[in-house]
Each structure stands twice: as C-alpha cells, then as structure tokens.
C-alpha cells in the first residue's frame, strides 16, 4: 500500500484528487492539507510514502515545502504538480531534488501512475517542463539582487528599497543597473517583466 499524503490549496481539485486516488487499490491518502507550513508540519508527522504538493500553497511555496521536507525526511518520494510551468520555477524544484514534476492539467491515469513510479524509485518529469527549464538556463541572478528585484516589482522606489536592505541609495541603484544588464533588459520594468517570465523571481 502506497502511503500518500496531498497538499493543495483548491478544494474542489484537493476532493477531486482524494476521490481519484482513492479509486486505486494499492494506494491510501493518509491525510491532506491546503497551506504550505500545515504541509510542512503533517509530513512530518504522518512521513507519508509520497508527497504530492502544489507549488502555489498560501503562506509558504511548494518549493519552500519541497525543501524542509527533502533535509527532514530524505525517505520521503515529492511529486509536485504546478499550473506555474515558468522554467526557473521548473529548474529549482529539480535543483531541490524532487522526484517527480506534473503539470496540473495531467492525465487522471498519468498522475496514478506518477504516483507509482515515484514511490518505486522513478524520476517522473513532464518531458516539456524539462525542455523548457533546461532552455532558459540558470536563473543569474544573486540573492540580493532578486530581494531588491521582488521589492522594485511591488513599486518601492530605491530610496525605500536602500532602506528596507540597509544598504546606501547609490548601491541599491547601482545593482538595479547590473540587473538590467544581466537581463539584457531595457529598463528596470522589462527586467521584472523578464524576471517574472522566466521564474526567476
């Protein structure tokens, strides 16, 4: 019997999932959540044999999620399933080790089968979600470089930006100038835009 646990924020696709899964003969859900800490926490409390996570939980992300769980419970299979196909989003979940990545639009019997083949030690990965995230390449942007992206992207000027990081007004402009031009971006707006685009953000 193959022990699965499913976190997804939509109730009406979570139920669906549940009823789904269900049907199968060789597989149990053994409890579900709809945020991403409630996830985090239940997993470790039930270590469920598979792992089944949306990537856009409130709270916490899926790849946050994805992350605690790979560190605390290695024995753990996480398949996720996403309606965010963003390649940098793709190349993360595969850089944190997850052992299978659907998109949510998959087939009933594919996603069943996903289930099987994870738990059975497969890699189950949408051959477009690979293609995809391997074609945009590495996401180059540093760390501070994405925090003060994600806060010009939400409209905070420099000057406020330069405060919140505490850093000087000319760094924080002057890292917004090396975005751009590791974007090949016109200005800051199309560097979020791309950002954005790719997952990166």
């Known amino acids: 019997m193959i022990r699965v646990m499913l976190a997804e924020d939509q109730r009406v696709l979570r139920e669906a999932l549940v009823a789904l899964l269900q049907l199968e003969r060789d597989i149990k859900v053994i409890g579900v959540a709809e945020r991403g800490e409630e996830a985090a926490q239940l997993a470790d409390s039930l270590k469920p044999d598979v792992l089944i996570l949306d990537i856009g939980l409130p709270d916490i992300s899926g790849l946050a999620v994805a ?3 790979r560190a605390q419970l290695p024995a753990v299979r996480i398949l996720m399933l996403t309606s965010l196909d963003k390649p940098g989003v793709v190349r993360e979940a595969l850089t944190l080790g997850v052992n299978g990545f659907l998109p949510k639009g998959v087939a009933a019997a594919e996603l069943v ?15 477009d979600l690979v293609s995809s995230a391997l074609a945009a390449g590495e996401n180059p942007l540093t760390p501070r470089e994405r925090s003060i992206l994600q806060l010009a992207a939400t409209g905070t000027p ?7 990081l505490h850093l000087a007004e000319g760094t924080v402009r002057n890292y917004i100038t090396r975005i751009i031009a590791k974007l090949r971006a016109r200005n800051s707006t199309d560097a979020i835009r791309i950002a954005q685009h790719y997952g990166w953000l």
């Open 67 to 69: 992350a605690r769980v």
């Open 113 to 127: 089968e996903a289930v099987r083949d994870v738990h059975a030690g497969k890699r189950v990965v949408s051959p």
């Open 158 to 164: 420099p000057p406020q930006i330069a405060t919140q």
